[in-house]
């Protein structure tokens, strides 16, 4: 075993000495990091600990086939219970990205061993000085019934040398480590180091001060914390312990700051390099010294999470992403005056740095420095028309109580997007405050708006209000039990209220656009993409002298626990208590279906082709087409897009069957191959449904390596049986929707058939063009490109006809350019036998010119072969059924009265046409080219008249 260090180890030999420590002297597996963007776990936004990839086993529902493991944890702590965000830069030892050296015991080794080998390492292998590490242990807690952890305390004394006066006992908030407000749970030791130039910290533990930091925490997870807040012991007992790299990188290579450590050094060069800025001091009061920590922290967290597969959006762990990328973009501009985009041009930095440890960083560093650079890009864009606006707030706020106002915060919001976190952070530096909530009321009603679709005159009777669903509660009303939405049976439903979008009535009169509010149910409301059905609701015992009455439901909405049949009835009337025959349009219902069956079929196809980065952003499942939102980088190529469609259709023709069927949630996320939308609260138990396997083998045998391939999705939506029944698939449009996120449109069945077809068609035609006469070729290359934008073609047949058309757009352009000289060497041979015959001043004659150009180019052969006289020249194009007239009169003539276009103008008008324009040269043009001679005749008297 060779663990040992350097006297200045780098911080890849002290990663590298950890791990190798557990492996060697401990009999630990070394494993990879968990990813810090976990996608098997809707609740999390990042990895933020050590344990997030082992919650499962401290949770009782996952095993490992290891019972020790040590790792270096990748971990993002910017989002949620745990964020460091705000606190980057301000001092030295946070960040928003930093890796948890840890060791584990799954129901192994526990305390004595834990503490043993920590002291160990840091004495024997790393050669820390013992008098400068302190330790606390768990005081114990009245509240839980719990006394001090003695034993942790007695095992610290009779294990190690260390100086029982540097242990010291904390309360529960220090050293009593939980996972929620349930689970497992435990007593924790923390390790800290006093780097004081007199050793004198001894009183800082626990105080947060800059040179008496904690480095390792020690976690002996023995209890469960039940849901009434009581403690029981677990019958097995787990370690978890947790380093920060970059603090015992601070401590081994002898400096005072995390920053001064060379994880950072290298990328303040590059930043100094890139912007000329000073060189990094250190300082924390000096503004640009701040900015080199948080661009260094901010770009090293976005590579970090950007190569497992997070990417910037609008919402959740994307907006997190951009909050932090255009909060080093700021600084990155205003502080150091960088031009142009910085960030990106530090990912190679970062990737020379970690790439060793995290391989994925150099395999991805291509896509990395192009999402950065796309977003670096677009706030640039805005940044300092935002700027000026915030300097401008700022003004005003300094003259009026000293706050921004929150409509303006807002506006940098929205319309310049300053993340609020940013706004508040410039007013901050600036002494001022922030009114978060005029700024939150202006979000809220921004949201109101969008749901409303934008609009004032958004349908009134599509939601309840809250005093009106508290209403309906206190009556009894509890809501609509739709569970017959899965199987469409036979479903009568009692009408429960009527809402007309100002108050709940007990009638509907015929024509009325209500809302109608139901116990029972067989309709979908639109929720999670998918939208609503339309149907009847109908009653044949009630209503007018007719003997019934039906209510035409035009979309389904939820509101509260309430589904909404929004429609208006079309014959008799109905009644508060009236029952109803619910009978939804199988027609609308099945594209539907067909459609949502086919968006999971897409998200596999997606991630097959693309890779696990695809990962859905979005969707929506209508009746005459899918639409599907994912994450990518750049735009897909069309073979690849060939490729995805492809995929789809096959597993049509496969005729798999498709199973939906609810599952406990814990034991639904460990299922090999789950996909789960980052965002979504699911229920429990969640809904499941799996194209191409039962959904009880899923849960009796979760990790299969049969079911990775297949399409698994939490999904309360509704489906096919079997994806035969979706007959048909086309993707008919490809596009980017904002920074990192692209949108398909798709559609199944007939629709997409009929597209097909009609593609199909037209790559015929093209063909059959290829084939004619190229003289034939221009006419009809200009009527078809005339109908193709206006086609519905899929996105493959389109980028084929694109491509043919443009070949045959060659074609005919090299078939003008031969038939236009052609035609001007006709109409020149014929010009110059009309030249000889100048003997009357003037020439008159017409000639076998195809086009005007042809025609000017027959003039100017007149004009060589006879300058001093006038010249008239006309032509009748074939199947053009016009005539096209040119004149040009010599100055010398002009004198004598013949003007060019008065001698047009006589001339189209005796062939039903009109024109004109200078004395020296003049056009016009005729619509009856039978009448051309005697346009001519009149053409000659009309100059031999002017002329004598």
Known sequence: MNTSISDTPTTAEIRRSFLEFFRDQAGHE??????????????????????????????????????????????????GKHNDLEDVGRDTYHHTFFEMLGNWSF?????????????????????????????????????????????????????????????????????????????????????????????????LVNLDHPDVIEFWNLVFIQFNRRDDGSLVELPSRHVDTGMGLERIARILQGVRSNYDTD????????????????????????????????????????????????????????????????????????????????????????????????????????????????????????????????????????????????????????????????????????????????????????????????????????????????????????????????????????????WNGKDLVEHIGEGEHVAVLLDRTTFYAEQGGQIGDTGRLVSEAEGDDRGGATFRVEDTTRSGPWVLHIGHMTEGRLHLGAAVDTRVDRGHHESIEANHTATHLLNRALRTVFGPGADQRGSLVAADRLRFDYAASNAPDIKDMARVEQCVREDVTKDLAVSAQEAPLDAAMQINGVRAMFGEKYPDPVRVVCVGADVPDLVETPDSPAWQNLSIEFCGGTHLASTAQIDDFMILQEQGLAAGIRRITAATGTDASDVRS?????????????????????????????????????????????????????????????????????????????????????????????????????????????????????????????????????????????????WVRVTAQACGGGGGGRPDAAQAGGKEPEKLPEALCAARAFAKETLT
């Open 30 to 79: 070394i494993i990879p990091s968990g990813s810090v963007a976990p996608h098997d776990d809707p609740t999390l936004l990042f990895a933020n600990a050590g344990m997030n990839q082992f919650k499962d086993v401290f949770l009782g529902t996952g095993t490992r086939p290891w019972t020790r493991v040590t790792d270096t944890q990748k971990c993002i702590r910017a989002g």
């Open 263 to 498: 994880l950072w050094t290298p990328i303040f060069d590059a930043i100094q390099s890139r912007t000329s800025a000073a060189a990094y001091g250190g300082s924390l009061d000096d503004p640009g010294d701040v900015a080199y920590r948080v661009i260094a922290d901010h770009v090293r967290c976005l590579a970090i999470a950007l190569a497992d597969g997070a990417r910037p959006g609008s919402d959740g762990r994307g907006y997190v992403l951009r909050r932090i990328l255009r909060r080093g973009v700021r600084m990155a501009r205003q502080t150091l005056n960088a031009d142009g985009p910085l960030l990106c041009e530090l990912v190679p930095v970062v990737v020379g740095v970690l790439g060793e440890a995290f391989p994925e960083l150099a395999s991805q560093q291509k896509d990395i420095i192009s999402i950065i650079k796309g977003e670096e890009e677009a706030f640039l864009a805005t940044l300092d028309r935002g700027l000026k606006l915030f300097a401008e707030a700022a003004a005003s706020a300094r003259q009026s109580g000293g706050e921004i106002g929150g409509e303006q915060a807002f506006l940098l919001h929205d319309t310049y997007g300053f993340p609020i976190d940013l706004t508040a952070q410039m007013a901050e530096e600036q002494g001022l405050g922030l009114d978060r909530a005029a700024y939150e009321a202006a979000m809220e009603a921004a949201r109101e708006k969008s749901r409303q679709g934008g609009s004032e005159g958004a349908d009134p009777v599509r939601s309840l209000p809250p005093e009106v669903l508290a209403g309906l509660k206190q009556i009894g009303g509890h809501g609509t039990d739709d569970s017959p939405k899965y199987e469409q049976p036979l479903c009568i439903g009692h009408i429960r209220g009527v």
């Open 758 to 902: 009609r593609g199909e068609q037209i790559l015929k035609r093209l063909a059959a063009m290829a084939t004619l006469d190229p003289a034939e070729l221009p006419d009809q290359v200009d009527a078809i490109s005339r109908e193709i934008p206006n086609m519905e073609l899929g996105l493959v047949h389109r980028r084929e006809v694109e491509s043919q058309l443009a070949s045959l757009r060659n074609t005919a352009k090299t078939a003008r350019k031969a038939a236009a000289g052609a035609a001007k060497n006709a109409a020149v041979e014929d010009a110059k036998a009309i030249a000889a015959d100048a003997d009357e001043g003037f020439v008159i004659g017409e000639v076998a010119a195809t086009d005007r150009d042809s025609l000017l180019a027959g003039m100017d052969t007149v004009r060589a072969a006879a300058p001093d006289a006038a010249c008239l020249l006309a032509c009748r194009p074939e199947d053009t059924g016009k005539v096209i007239i040119a004149a040009r009169v010599p100055d010398a003539l002009i004198s004598q009265g013949l003007k060019a276009g008065d």
């Open 107 to 203: 129901g192994d080794y526990f305390k004595a061993e834990a503490i043993s080998w920590a002291w160990q390492l840091l004495t024997e292998v790393w050669g820390l000085p013992k008098d400068r590490l302190y330790v606390t242990v768990f005081g114990g807690d009245e509240k839980d019934g719990l006394g001090a952890d003695e034993e942790t305390e007695r095992l610290w004394q009779e294990l190690t040398d260390i100086d029982p006066k540097h242990i010291s006992r904390w309360g529960r908030k220090d050293n009593f480590w939980e996972m929620g407000a349930t689970g497992p749970c435990g007593p924790c030791s923390e390790i800290h180091f006093d780097s004081t130039p007199d050793k004198s910290g001894g009183d």
